[in-house]
């Protein structure tokens, strides 16, 4: 398999920021470099690299902000290489919006995990006890969480009486949220899959407008299921087949990592099967989601050179 690409070092770009998957370079006039690299997170954790994760990231990424153009304004400019996508820069909102749809996770953010704790309320409404991991909701729950190190999840009340978002703002990002949840479902059905959740970013462009942001409907910002296999895997107790990070998540787990804890469990090194295993799963729901052949391009010796020289390239 292709060497992973852990990380980029373009200084000739502009300002480098290193978020947990992506470098991200402010280039000046208006315009940000997203790099979506191999490295893999989970439990707001580095895990090393999954080779060719970043380019299918980029690729479903650009692909479904295609799709849902005409629900909201997006942030792409240009897709100059199969890595990358050029932006435009926002002024972000300093929540992220989760859209839920199944009761499940296993994040200390998940609905599950705080279900199984005793929570009934969330997104505004009360949930019957009795309920199983993995059932559907009584309808899509917006679940929003603060932007920090460490995900908090926090109400919409608190959100506009803390002046993070004003309430109309808050509306309008709740309702869109909503419309893109429900177009990614839509197209996720026509392909024998079900959206289960997603997290969106939003901000501001520079008119002002409600523009979505960072990425959209990916295996690592979303869940998604094999729709013909749930019913029978659910009858046998069996956890839903998934196209997503979740897999990986349930390694970490099956191999004694406590997320509750995470310095007082094992601390598992990712094998090559995983790896493969992963990276499998991520073009598999590329080429589900698309309907595209996943396309590795040949001869490439280093994807960190062959990204340098298609940015090169593009700015001119």
Not at 87 to 114: A, C, F, H
Not at 140 to 165: C, F, M, N, Q
Not at 272 to 280: F, G
Request: aromatic fraction near 8%.
């Amino acid at each position: 398999m292709i060497e992973g690409l852990e990380g980029t070092n373009f200084s000739w770009l502009g300002d480098k920021y290193e978020g947990k998957v992506r470098d991200v370079y402010n280039c000046g006039r208006g315009e940000v470099v997203l790099i979506s690299t191999d490295r893999q997170s989970a439990f707001d954790k580095s895990w090393g690299v999954i080779p060719l994760k970043g380019q299918v990231l980029t690729q479903i990424s650009a692909w479904w902000f295609e799709k849902v153009a005409d629900v909201v304004n997006h942030h792409v400019i240009a897709n100059p290489d199969p890595n990358v996508l050029v932006v435009n820069k926002l002024d972000m909102l300093p929540v992220e919006v989760v859209v839920r749809s199944y009761l499940t996770g296993s994040t200390q953010t998940s609905i599950w995990v705080n279900y199984e704790k005793g929570e009934r309320k969330f997104g505004g409404i009360t949930l019957p006890d009795g309920m199983k991991k993995n059932d559907p909701l009584p309808t899509a729950l917006i679940t929003p969480t603060t932007k920090s190190g460490e995900d908090v999840p926090i109400t919409g009340e608190e959100i506009v009486r803390s002046g993070l978002v004003s309430k109309g703002l808050w509306e309008e990002v709740t309702e869109t949220a909503l419309r893109l949840f429900r177009r990614g479902q839509e197209i996720a059905a026509q392909n024998n899959l079900i959206l289960v959740d997603t997290k969106y970013e939003f901000g501001l462009d520079n008119n002002g407008r409600l523009t979505v942001g960072d990425e959209v409907h990916t295996p690592d910002s979303s869940r998604f299921w094999v729709a013909d296999t749930l019913e029978k895997r659910t009858s046998a107790g069996l956890p839903p087949e998934s196209l997503d990070k979740e897999f990986f998540r349930g390694w970490l787990i099956q191999q004694g990592f406590v997320p509750s804890d995470p310095s007082s469990g094992a601390q598992p090194v990712i094998t090559p099967e995983v790896q493969t295993m992963l990276s499998q799963k991520y073009i598999d729901l590329y080429q589900r989601v698309t309907r595209q052949k996943f396309v590795v391009e040949a001869g490439v010796s280093s994807v960190a050179a062959r990204i340098e020289r298609n940015l090169r390239a593009y700015f001119g």
